[in-house]
């Protein structure tokens, strides 16, 4: 049977226009032969719905445009449609009342519906807060093939990979054990750093162990801070990898159960794909969110160079504005290595000198700050007039600030709430300075850049120099925080390992230090309770996923 995988992008809560990609792609499977056509979870509506779910309308109208789409289908197509149904036995106090669904479409009409059964809550994930689970196997006839459906989540525990089970029941062996022909997969699995990997070696394994194929559909697309890198894949029931759609690319791959030999691994780096995931996250935001073009503040720093070369690649370097904001303490550098980046990138610039604003400042606080030393107020002062023209130029020409904090500054709070935080999106927020500094490497080592006409982009003293926010003079990072090296190794263990402070210390790292920087962490959570939303491209990011309380005391 050829069954077509559709590696769409859907737009949340624009249910006529994704309903209109999936129309296009069922159309264009036809074309190639297709039997059966497979979207991704929720494609109809978008993931995640979060709650827009609790609005009555938006399931009336997802049943509507439902039962549209079932109309216009194309003859001697079936497809698997990622939506939303209502629960009919949600009778009790507690019960959920609606399904998260995948409707087999056929013949113009809604023939079946299949719920998904595993809901996750961790993470990202609220599934449960919506959701009843479906309790049963998902399976049905379709040309004599016997095919088994599940959703996302329920081909995440298998015991024989991860060595355990994280909810009571696994959907893939209760189908092996119907002795389905193979398993679809419909899915809305957020990138992040390595996760292809891993869910490749997941299917090859279940694929393996149970004799079935699966065939896994993922959703493309950046919807708020979450990424979604496609790689949807059909593996075969030897537990090799048949086919492979691309990554962070919609895409409509034809595939033949019948012939299933395997493909080659695609090569690639992490720097490569990060790089994909933060261009394809700006592109979106801005797009669905109803911006055309971005601003920001150019220091001359790495931080911002690399922001902005992610911006000209997503949207095009014309609809991109570079704000040089000097003030008495910017070094020549700062500001020739900033009018290099734009000139090599081809990006706009304006320039506008903050030190006749710095004097009015000091002239009103004057009498306050009498007799007071210069110190961390008057130095994020500079940051908040930078900050404040920043919006105002925003505001002015209707334009997506976008701010340039990378996950080591949010981590400590080297940061200014309502200076360098301002924002709508924070592109690097998930992106360690360690790693900036490495992307922006491999970035001048490429030969072509998708979308920029330049290579070697950004200006060999800004990835050289040493980091500042030069707020003072002479003032280098370092005179605040440890060598980004190991200020990075011990955020990673304490925010993404989850590691004590005893840990971090027995892995060889100095007691002083990591009890600073885990205070550091504790206080900043304010901060980051207030950021601009960041693109998620760790499995542990300052968003959606990061619970932390701001009033506690735990010393850990």
């Known amino acids: 049977m050829k069954i077509a995988i559709a590696q769409l992008n859907p737009t949340i809560g624009d249910l006529d226009q994704n309903a209109a990609q999936i ?16 979207t991704p979870e929720l494609s109809l509506c978008g993931y995640p719905p979060r709650d827009l779910l609790l609005n009555p309308s938006f399931i009336q109208k997802l049943d509507d445009v439902l039962t549209q789409l079932a109309i216009e289908w194309p003859e001697g197509l079936a497809g698997l449609i990622g939506t939303v149904r209502n629960n009919p036995d949600a009778n009790q106090v507690g019960d959920k009342s609606l399904y998260n669904t995948a409707a087999l479409i056929e013949q113009n009409q809604i023939q079946q519906s299949f719920n998904k059964r595993l809901l996750p809550t961790y993470d990202v994930f609220d599934e449960d807060r919506y959701f009843a689970p479906g309790n049963l196997p ?3 006839h379709l040309d004599g093939e016997h095919i088994g459906v599940t959703i996302c989540e329920d081909i995440w525990n298998d015991e024989a990979f991860w060595g355990r089970r994280s ?17 679809a997969n419909l899915s809305a699995s957020p990138y992040c750093i390595g996760k292809q990997t891993t869910r490749e070696k997941m299917l090859q394994s279940a694929a393996k162990r149970y004799g079935k194929a699966i065939i896994y559909v993922n959703q493309v697309g950046g919807n708020d801070d979450l990424i979604f890198d496609g790689g949807s894949l059909l593996v075969n029931p030897q537990g090799e990898v048949a086919a492979r759609s691309p990554q962070f690319a919609t895409h409509l791959t034809v595939v033949d159960t019948a012939v299933s030999s395997p493909t080659p691994q695609v090569e690639t780096t992490e720097s490569a794909e990060v790089w994909q995931a933060l261009v394809l ?9 109803g911006f055309r073009q971005v601003l920001l503040g150019l220091s001359g720093g790495i931080d911002s160079a690399l922001v902005a070369t992610i911006a000209a690649a997503a949207l095009g370097p014309e609809n991109v504005l570079g704000v040089l904001m000097p003030s008495p303490y910017s070094s020549d550098h700062s500001i020739s290595d900033a009018v290099a980046l734009a000139d090599n990138l081809g990006i706009k610039t304006h320039t506008v000198p903050i030190a006749p604003m710095m004097g009015s400042f000091d002239e009103s606080l004057a009498p306050l700050f009498a007799d007071q030393e210069f110190g961390i107020a008057e130095e994020n002062l500079q940051s908040r007039i930078r900050g404040s023209l920043l919006m105002a130029i925003a505001n002015k020409f209707g334009h997506l600030l976008l701010t340039t904090g990378n996950k080591s500054e949010m981590a400590v709070g080297y940061c200014t709430l309502y200076g360098d935080m301002n924002g709508g999106l924070g592109v690097i927020a998930d992106l360690p300075k360690t790693k900036v500094f490495a992307l922006c490497r491999w970035l001048n080592e490429q030969t072509a850049i998708p979308n920029l006409t330049t290579t070697h982009p950004i200006p060999d003293n800004v990835i050289t120099k040493p980091p500042s926010a030069e707020l003072k003079p002479g003032q280098v990072d370092q005179d605040s925080l440890p060598d980004y090296a190991i200020l990075d190794d011990i955020l990673h263990r304490r925010v993404e390992l989850h ?14 230090t990591v009890h600073r920087i885990t205070r550091l962490v ?12 960041g693109l998620k491209i760790t499995d542990r990011a300052f968003g959606t996923g990061w619970r ?4 506690q005391r735990w010393p850990g």
């Open 23 to 38: 129309l296009a792609a069922a159309k264009e499977a036809k074309q190639q032969g297709a039997r059966l056509l497979l």
């Open 138 to 140: 998902n399976r049905f």
């Open 167 to 183: 909810y009571s029941v696994n959907p893939i062996a209760d189908l092996a054990n119907l002795n389905v022909d193979w398993i």
């Open 281 to 289: 996250g700006v592109r979106d935001y801005a797009r669905k969110c």
């Open 499 to 512: 590691q004590s402070s005893e840990a971090i210390i027995a892995a060889g790292h100095d007691e002083t």
């Open 522 to 533: 504790k206080i900043a959570e304010f901060k980051r309770r207030q950021a601009a939303p």
């Open 548 to 551: 932390m309380p701001i009033a």
